[in-house]
Every structure is written in C-alpha cells, then in structure tokens.
C-alpha cells in the first residue's frame, strides 16, 4: 500500500461493532453511491463543467492522471468497467473524432498503445476492448470531449455480477491503480516521449 491510502483490509476492522455472522458475503462499493445517486453526474454543456477539462489542472494523484503526453492525457476511469480501465483524452474539448487534428490523433493512437504495453506489464491482462462511443445514443457519458476507452479483460471477468445486478467487483482502490500503472510508465514499458 503506498502513500496515505486507505488499507482496505483495515478499514472495517468487525471487533467492537454490533452484529450477527451469518452466511452471506457483502460486496460494499460506496464509491457507486455517486454514480447511483446521479449527485456527482456532470453536466455536459461545456467546458467549465467538463471533467475531461478540469482534470489536468489538477495534480496526478488528484486527479487519477496516469500520463501527461503533448495534445493528449492518460487518465483512470472514476467508473471503470475493469481494473485498470485507462481513458485517452485530448486536452481540447471536442467531441468528434473528426473534430482533431492529424496531431491529436496520431497521439491518442501512441498513448493507447503505451496504455496496453503498461497494463499488461502491470497486471497481465488476457485482452482488450479498446474504442470510443461517439454521441450519448452510442453510450458516450460525456459527449461532448472525446474519450478512448481502453478496457482491460481477463478470462472469465463477465460474470453474473455486471450481467444480472449491473455491479461490478473492484479488488483495488483507484489510488492504488494509478500509483501502479504511473510507476510503470514511467520506467521502461513506454517507449521514449509517450
Ligand atoms: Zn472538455
């Protein structure tokens, strides 16, 4: 565990607290409450409330940032679909793939591919779904800033979870991730100035 991170293993310690054991096990993942709740959805009018724009004023940590490259930046998904599921972003605000310039997406093609060098370096995946969802009615949360996806699999990482309760399990904290996959970037796996 690195940094001032909170140690999963010892945040609920059970002597004390009130309580019967019984045969259940319990999957606690308050960090969806934000997501369920909708309280922290943004809006997607602009630049000033767009999170794809504010993240890079903030620092790595803060801001889950994993790598900063010249037009574009590697940032963990606050909602991801797997661990370690990196998104590609511009820094400009454009929604379409079209939008960017031979710059941007020469880019976003070179971050992806150092996003899969880093990953399986780091945690070993089996595979990929890499892609972009272009306009909310293809399943783009926020629109309106371009985003890749880049979506670590395993064998067997679909299970009745996702499919029946639409919850994924999480074995890591963000912070965690980040730490791990920022260290490897920037030893070896990725390749000189991406
Ligand atoms: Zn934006």
């Known amino acids: 565990m690195t940094g001032d991170h909170l140690d999963p293993r010892a945040a609920e310690a059970a002597g004390g607290h009130p309580g019967v054991p019984d045969a259940f096990g319990r999957l606690w993942t308050p960090h969806r409450m934000v997501y369920v709740g909708g309280q922290d959805k943004p809006e997607d009018d602009g630049e000033g409330a767009c999170p794809f724009c504010r993240t890079p004023a903030r620092t790595d940590e803060d801001g889950l940032v994993v790598h900063r490259g010249e037009t574009a930046y590697v940032v963990l998904n606050l909602y991801p679909y797997n661990p370690g599921h990196l998104l590609v972003c511009p820094y400009r605000h454009v929604a379409d793939l079209t939008d960017l310039t031979d710059d941007e997406r020469d880019e976003i093609g070179a971050l992806s591919a150092a996003a899969m060098r880093v990953l399986r370096a780091v945690s070993a995946p089996h595979g990929f779904n890499l892609g972009?969802?272009?306009?909310?009615?293809?399943?783009?949360?926020?629109?309106?800033?371009?985003?890749?996806?880049?979506?670590?699999?395993?064998?067997?990482?679909?299970?009745?979870?996702?499919?029946?309760?639409?919850?994924?399990a999480l074995p890591q904290v963000l912070g965690e991730t980040r730490d791990l996959l920022a260290a490897e970037w920037a030893s070896a796996a990725a390749p000189e100035g991406i």
């Open 132 to 168: 972009m969802n272009q306009g909310s009615v293809a399943g783009a949360g926020i629109a309106a800033h371009l985003h890749q996806h880049v979506v670590p699999r395993w064998g067997g990482d679909t299970n009745f979870l996702p499919v029946v309760a639409s919850t994924k």
